[in-house]
């Protein structure tokens, strides 16, 4: 896979769910990833899923995989303002040794 | 257990200096990360390790750019003759699991080329 397609900025009011999105290339990748970067900060891995599952949840958090679309999605409920950071999507690359990221969508979280 | 840490944070150097950054992964992952991100941009692939070995390099990892991990604990990343286009986030990663996306990340070393 060569390019992890995500939308580059939303912004959402406290306490509204927010959904980030992401088009992934590499059907064969047995994870798929979301990091969350906080200014100045490296990347916290937030959550994954596995290849076979269709949803994952945890916490405030929902993974949603459509591997038919190659479309991945995360939902956090009830956002938070300390929610404000760029929320990565990643794959597993062709290699299997490394992360194909996309661009990173910026979340902002209005009070 | 401190994280990964990469020193310096910051470095800003004039082009065609040399310049080296240092990544100490977490105690007993064997496996290393090496990452660029630039502005804008998510992270990079560069490299990568399994305890001493380098077992994968990105054609975006150039003659100039060299990365060693002797005992295969501690990582350093040279850059030679720096161009303006290597200022970039540096990020090292590490883990002790089977699949790359399980790694934990350091703050990462930013670097300005003047």
């Known amino acids: 896979g060569e390019d992890v397609e995500q939308s580059l900025f939303l912004s959402v009011r406290e306490g509204d769910s927010s959904v980030i999105n992401c088009t992934y290339t590499?059907?064969?990748?047995?994870?798929l990833y979301w990091y969350k970067q906080e200014p100045g900060a490296g990347l916290q891995l937030l959550t994954y899923?596995?290849?076979?599952?269709d949803m994952k949840q945890d916490q405030r958090l929902t993974v949603l995989l459509n591997k038919k679309d190659k479309h991945l999605s995360l939902r956090i409920a009830d956002t938070q303002t300390g929610d404000s950071a760029i929320y990565f999507c990643?794959?597993?690359?062709?290699?299997?040794?490394?992360?194909?990221f996309g661009k990173g969508t910026s979340l902002l979280v209005t009070p | 257990d401190t994280g990964v840490s990469q020193d310096p944070r910051h470095k800003i150097t004039k082009r065609g200096q040399n310049v080296t950054f240092r990544c100490d992964p977490i105690?007993?992952?064997?496996?290393l990360y090496w990452y660029r991100q630039t502005l804008g941009q998510g992270p990079e692939f560069l490299t990568y390790?399994?305890?001493?070995?380098?077992?994968?390099k990105s054609r975006l990892l150039s003659d100039r750019f060299s990365a060693e991990r002797p005992k295969g604990s501690f990582s350093t990343l040279e850059i030679q003759r720096t161009e303006q286009g290597d200022s970039a986030m540096y990020l090292c990663?590490?883990?002790?699991?089977?699949?790359?996306?399980?790694?934990?990340f350091g703050p990462g070393t930013r670097l300005l080329v003047l």
């Open positions: 105690s007993e992952h064997n496996r």
């Open positions: 990663a590490s883990t002790s699991r089977g699949e790359a996306g399980g790694a934990y």
């Open positions: 990643a794959e597993i690359s062709d290699s299997g040794y490394a992360l194909n």
């Open positions: 899923i596995f290849s076979n599952m």
């Open positions: 590499d059907s064969s990748s047995t994870y």
């Open positions: 390790f399994q305890n001493e070995a380098q077992l994968e």
